[in-house]
């Protein structure tokens, strides 16, 4: 029997104009030598704040950055062993392609990478994996945990709605990922790690229970990556992305496979919670509320989306990942899920269903 070994972040700050303050928290951690890649337009939008804070700590000392518009694995291995030598630790600044690239690199290089993520989109910037393009196929690839995160909630809060929306919805996945999970133990297929799915229901739990007036608060704002952290920690004690990522996330995989514009992640994710919820028969009335509270179910009215690109997702989901057994592997489930999004009042109003 085998006790957890697992990395956490050492570096966790979260509040306004943390960005004015990255060097202080660099410096704190023992980090001297940096390397850093920012997401497209970063540079534009926070560069004179980034550069300030890392150019005039004398203690800190910023030995390349570089603009990061892709996420290919040919430009990964292109800049992966040309960083310069002496580089203590990779900062990633921005939104998921350039951490992933960023954090990718750190672990090719066996270094921490520090993420400073300028949304809330998902929880990637708190956990080890990457989404990649490896033959110009979308991929995910296991690197390692950031060693330090770093979140200004005045980017957050002042970032397209979408993003924010996109996080609430990542964040209630766990809802019905970790209800999969146990379906699955109960079909002797995996075994669920009791810690990893405490700390996955925590991480919902807590925000969802939470009382606020607006999305934009920066008490909801923390409130939200703290959740979305803790998942990305319970991902790391399993191991793998069950605690966070069930039968929802395979429906979201297979709209992007299917649908020549996805829509952000988290945005198909909690549409596709809310409808797997009703399957389980688990929490759906709590998904409902916080999904309805939050103005998610209103925003993504907005987006005329289509009925039946879901009820093709739902099908094509098992075929994702055909080793699991979730409630959208089961024949009879599907049926149930297909037939919610037609049933369902709010669901009719999201699909404009007649």
């Known amino acids: 029997m085998q006790t957890h070994k697992i990395s956490i972040p050492v570096i966790l700050e979260v509040g306004t104009d943390k960005l004015r303050e990255l060097d202080r928290y660099i410096i704190k951690a023992g980090i001297k030598k940096i390397t850093v890649f920012l997401g497209e337009g970063i540079r534009e939008l926070f560069g004179e ?14 030995l390349a950055d570089n603009d990061c518009d892709q996420n290919s694995m040919e430009y990964i291995m292109g800049k992966a062993f040309s960083i310069p030598s002496g580089t203590e630790a990779i900062v990633g600044i921005g939104g998921g392609k350039a951490l992933d690239v960023a954090k990718y690199i750190a672990f090719l290089n066996d270094i921490p990478f520090i993420s400073v993520p300028t949304s809330t989109a998902h929880d990637g910037f708190a956990s080890s994996g990457c989404s990649l393009y490896i033959n110009e196929r979308r991929t995910s690839v296991h690197a390692r945990m950031p060693y330090g995160i770093i979140v200004d909630t005045n980017i957050i809060k002042n970032s397209p709605e979408k993003f924010i929306y996109s996080g609430i919805g990542d964040i209630v996945s766990k809802v019905t990922a970790v209800f999969d999970w146990q379906f699955e133990e109960q079909q002797g297929v995996t075994r669920v790690d009791d810690l990893a799915m405490m700390i996955a ?33 319970a991902m790391e004690i399993a191991g793998n992305s069950s605690p966070a ?20 992640h988290g945005i198909q994710v909690g549409i596709a919670t809310y409808i797997m919820s009703i399957v389980q028969n688990h929490r759906y009335e709590r998904v409902r509320k916080f999904l309805s509270d939050t103005g998610f179910f209103n925003f993504v ?11 093709k997702a739902i099908d094509m989901a098992p075929s994702i ?21 037609y049933e369902d009042d709010i669901l009719n109003q999201v699909f404009n269903v007649v």
Not at 204 to 230: C, G, H, Q, W
Request: aromatic letters at 8%.
């Open 245 to 264: 990522s069930g039968s929802e996330h395979l429906i979201s995989h297979a709209l992007d496979k299917m649908t020549k514009t996805p829509q952000l």
């Open 201 to 233: 229901k925590k991480s919902v739990n807590s925000i969802a229970r939470m009382p606020y007036s607006d999305i934009k608060e920066d008490f909801f704002i923390k409130e939200l990556v703290d959740s979305l952290t803790m998942s990305g920690i």
């Open 49 to 62: 704040t980034i550069f300030r804070a890392l150019n005039e700590n004398k203690e800190l000392e910023l």
């Open 301 to 311: 009215k907005t987006l005329r989306l289509n009925a039946e690109d879901y009820e």
């Open 321 to 341: 990942k055909p080793n699991r057994m979730t409630y959208v592997h089961v024949p009879e489930f599907r049926e149930k899920a297909k037939k919610v999004i």
